[in-house]
């Protein structure tokens, strides 16, 4: 979140409140959900493992991923895959 507010020439604390505003989410919550369907992306459009795609979406391990992918998804992130292959 520094480098954020940093861009945004903010404070995190402004960064968060200005987020929340306009998008309806903290700059947190909004940068999840940008993780989460980058990952929905490659999940479908390639073969790379999960592991994989977790990393590359900035998570720290494919146990925090697949957590946070079926809390907003709604679904693993295996089952979403096996459900929209191209």
């Given at each position: ?32 959900r940008v993780r989460v369907e980058r990952a929905t992306e490659l999940l ?43």
């Amino acid at each position: 979140m520094a480098d954020l507010a940093e861009a945004a020439e903010c404070s995190e604390g402004q960064l968060e409140r200005r987020m929340k505003k306009v998008f309806g989410l903290t700059a947190t919550q909004y940068l999840l959900r940008v993780r989460v369907e980058r990952a929905t992306e490659l999940l479908a459009g390639t073969d790379d493992p999960i592991a994989v795609v977790a990393s590359l979406c900035g998570f720290y391990d494919q146990a925090g991923f697949t957590r946070q992918f079926a809390r907003l998804a709604g679904v693993t992130p295996a089952r979403f895959r096996a459900a929209h292959r191209d």
